[in-house]
């Protein structure tokens, strides 16, 4: 008993260590960190925040360990697409592949398309997908509403949903585009 607890104790000491041994901007960064997007958030999927110390030495074990199960399980987790980052929620990019990311930004595109300055997507405007890579993979965007303008900037509501091997996911994103831009992107 006494020879678990000292090495216990041993473990707590190193742990500790290790993060007093970090430079400040390590320990604390992820408190004024708020603003990232797009490319800074693709190491994110499935995992805690860049940078998290919370989930240390054990936690980073574990996920190891589940992560190779999911793998084992064929549940899959891709890297966002920085390209299509103002497109796609994370976390559905997180459930497609590279290709499958296209596709739904694609037609995120599509179903906000409009003809003609000063025009808008209509509410219930639609658009389909079906991968190209993996066999019950598929998608749709929807825009679902309109919201009051607010200054210059033209804003609406999209729905995506994508549904892997019968499993379905949801995201609503809200998009504007400032006047005289010709598509709409996902505002943080």
Same mark, same amino acid.
């Given at each position: 008993?006494?020879?678990?607890?000292?090495?216990?104790?041993?473990?707590?000491?190193? %742990?500790?260590?290790?993060?007093?041994? +970090?430079? !400040?901007? !390590? *320990?604390? &960064?992820? %408190?004024?960190?708020?603003?990232?997007?797009?490319?800074?958030?693709?190491?994110?999927?499935?995992?805690?925040?860049?940078?998290?110390?919370?989930?240390? !030495?054990?936690?980073?074990?574990?996920?190891?360990?589940?992560?190779?199960?999911?793998?084992?399980?064929?549940?899959?987790?891709?890297?966002?697409?920085?390209?299509?980052?103002?497109?796609?929620?994370?976390?559905?990019?997180?459930?497609?592949?590279?290709?499958?990311?296209? *596709? =739904?930004?694609?037609?995120? +595109?599509?179903?906000?398309?409009?003809?003609?300055?000063? =025009?808008?997507? =209509?509410?219930? !405007?639609?658009? =389909?997908?079906?991968?190209?890579?993996?066999?019950?993979?598929?998608?749709?965007?929807?825009?679902?509403?309109?919201?009051?303008?607010? &200054?210059?900037?033209?804003?609406?509501?999209?729905?995506?949903?994508?549904?892997?091997?019968?499993?379905?996911?949801?995201?609503?994103?809200?998009?504007?585009?400032?006047? &005289?831009?010709?598509?709409?992107?996902?505002?943080?």
């Amino acid at each position: 008993m006494a020879f678990s607890v000292s090495r216990a104790a041993m473990i707590t000491g190193a %742990l500790a260590f290790a993060t007093l041994s +970090l430079p !400040a901007q !390590a *320990q604390l &960064g992820g %408190l004024f960190d708020s603003t990232r997007r797009g490319a800074e958030k693709a190491d994110n999927c499935g995992k805690g925040k860049k940078g998290d110390r919370g989930r240390g !030495a054990l936690g980073g074990l574990l996920g190891g360990a589940v992560g190779e199960l999911a793998r084992r399980a064929g549940i899959s987790s891709w890297v966002p697409v920085p390209e299509f980052s103002d497109q796609l929620t994370e976390s559905i990019a997180c459930r497609l592949d590279p290709e499958e990311q296209r *596709q =739904a930004a694609e037609a995120t +595109l599509e179903a906000t398309r409009t003809d003609g300055e000063g =025009a808008v997507p =209509a509410v219930g !405007a639609s658009a =389909a997908w079906t991968s190209r890579t993996r066999e019950n993979v598929s998608g749709t965007s929807t825009v679902t509403s309109r919201d009051a303008a607010r &200054g210059d900037l033209d804003c609406i509501t999209v729905t995506d949903v994508i549904i892997i091997e019968g499993e379905e996911t949801r995201a609503e994103k809200r998009m504007c585009r400032a006047p &005289g831009s010709a598509r709409y992107s996902i505002i943080a």
